[in-house]
Structures are given as structure tokens and as C-alpha cells.
């Protein structure tokens, strides 16, 4: 089991910036690969970053490439989504998920998920 505890989010004004970390506990961490996904009212869960168990590789929803960066500290068993020059469509609520497949956009193929952190952009 891993569990995992999304942290950061909050109302930031369009062209803003947040860090939201996803911290993990129970399992080694490093034996995980991790992404993050959104999710707004009415709508699907989306992928939006992946990063493989080392970090040396990650993957991107084409909406998000070039502000987002994923990240992950496996000695502080915590990930992180760097959300630059955030759009009002940046709008929901973000997962972390833990899978110990090869950069999965799926979320069928995530096994372990955190409760969410909201993020609102406002213009």
C-alpha cells in the first residue's frame, strides 16, 4: 500500500505560479512511478504529467508542455508539479497517483491515489 497526500494548492490570479507536492508514505516510493492528473466538475479525470521511478524520465499532456514541470525527491518520498503561468482552464482539482508501470497516462493504470488539492485561477 502507498499512501499519498496532495499539498499546494490554492487561488492564484492567471499567469501565476503554485508548487503542489505529493507526499508518500508505506511503500519504498522509489519503486513507484508517479503522475498527476485534474479533474473538473462534469468532466473526466485528464492526465497532465508523468515521471518514471528515477525522475530520469517524464511525459506531458500536450495542454500543459512547456509550464509544467513534474519532479519527484525519492529521499523525501515526495513528488512535485511545478504549474507556471497558469490559464483559468488550469482550473480543478489535482491528483497524485503512484503505479509500477513506465509512465502510464492512463488512471486505469495508477493503483494508489491521493484525495486532491484544489486549484482555482482567476483572471
Known amino acids: 500500500q502507498v499512501q499519498l497526500v496532495e499539498s499546494g494548492g490554492g487561488l492564484v490570479q492567471a499567469g501565476g505560479s503554485l508548487r503542489l507536492s505529493c507526499a508518500a508514505s508505506g511503500r519504498t516510493f522509489s519503486s513507484y512511478g508517479m503522475g498527476w492528473f485534474r479533474q473538473t466538475p462534469g468532466k473526466e479525470r485528464e492526465f497532465v504529467a508523468a515521471?518514471?521511478?528515477?525522475?530520469?524520465?517524464?511525459s506531458y499532456a500536450d495542454s500543459v508542455k512547456g509550464r509544467f514541470t513534474i519532479s519527484r525527491d525519492n529521499a523525501k518520498n515526495t513528488g512535485y508539479l511545478q504549474m507556471n503561468s497558469l490559464k483559468l482552464e488550469d482550473t480543478g482539482v489535482y491528483y497524485c497517483?503512484?503505479?509500477?508501470?513506465?509512465?502510464?497516462?492512463?488512471?486505469?493504470?495508477?493503483?494508489?491515489w491521493g484525495q486532491g488539492t484544489q486549484v482555482t485561477v482567476s483572471s
Open positions: 497517483a503512484a503505479t509500477p508501470r513506465w509512465l502510464v497516462v492512463a488512471t486505469a493504470g495508477y493503483d494508489y
Open positions: 515521471i518514471s521511478r528515477n525522475g530520469g524520465s517524464t
